[in-house]
């Protein structure tokens, strides 16, 4: 974190983490799935979705901590 960066780099830092480890998260999954033979992907996005969640604030922290520590 510098003396002057604005806040506004955390919360973007942060959003893109949390979108770019939910968007793998279920992607890879689904393709997993279909790739195993599975038709109804729709049902394991419903059940599963406690877990893109906790994906998703994993990637939000993970943002902050990035920028917090300067790491880029």
Same mark, same amino acid.
């Given at each position: 974190m510098k003396k002057n960066e604005p806040w506004w780099v955390a919360i973007y830092l942060s959003c893109a983490c949390a979108f770019g480890l939910l968007f793998m998260c279920v992607f890879f999954q689904i393709a997993g799935y279909w790739l195993s033979g599975g038709e109804d992907f729709i049902v394991l996005?419903?059940?599963? !979705?406690? *877990?893109? *969640?906790? !994906?998703?604030?994993a990637g939000f922290v993970l943002g902050f901590v990035l920028w917090f520590f300067n790491v880029r």
């Open positions: 996005i419903k059940e599963n !979705m406690p *877990l893109y *969640l906790k !994906m998703a604030g």
